[in-house]
């Protein structure tokens, strides 16, 4: 099995700034990306930002110039640095990754979610 813990998240004011970071560990032979999801009350998870084994980045038009995606392939990390944050960005965040497992499979695997509050 494969486990994604994440840690960060709280409250900050608008225009503030927020980490999210998110390790796997398990029974992982490579991972082909990983990202943040989030979804906010009454709404739809949606994509944020995408990390991928190649090194590339996607992002959510909504995040873009604020937020950064960084990863470690080597270490199975990915960190999410908020920044300039807005109260619309108040959501829980999910990491996601999708994993080869060793020795062999497929896994689509999602941490437990971590609220980011944006409120003064």
């Known amino acids: 099995q494969v486990q994604l813990v994440e840690t960060g998240g709280g409250l900050v004011q608008p225009g503030g700034s927020l980490r999210l970071s998110c390790a796997a560990s398990?029974?992982?032979?490579?991972?082909?990306?990983m990202g943040w999801y989030r979804q906010a009350p009454g709404k739809q998870r949606e994509l944020v930002a995408i990390?991928?084994?190649?090194?590339?980045?996607n992002y959510a038009d909504s995040v873009k110039g604020r937020f950064t995606i960084s990863g470690d392939n080597a270490k199975n990390t990915v960190d999410l640095q908020m920044n300039s944050l807005k109260p619309e960005d108040t959501a829980v965040y999910y990491c996601?990754?999708?994993?080869?497992?060793?020795?062999?499979?497929?896994?689509?695997?999602w941490g437990q979610g971590s609220l980011v509050t944006v409120s003064s």
């Open positions: 398990g029974s992982i032979f490579s991972i082909i990306a």
């Open positions: 990390f991928s084994d190649n090194g590339s980045t």
């Open positions: 996601n990754a999708d994993v080869l497992m060793d020795p062999e499979g497929y896994l689509e695997v």
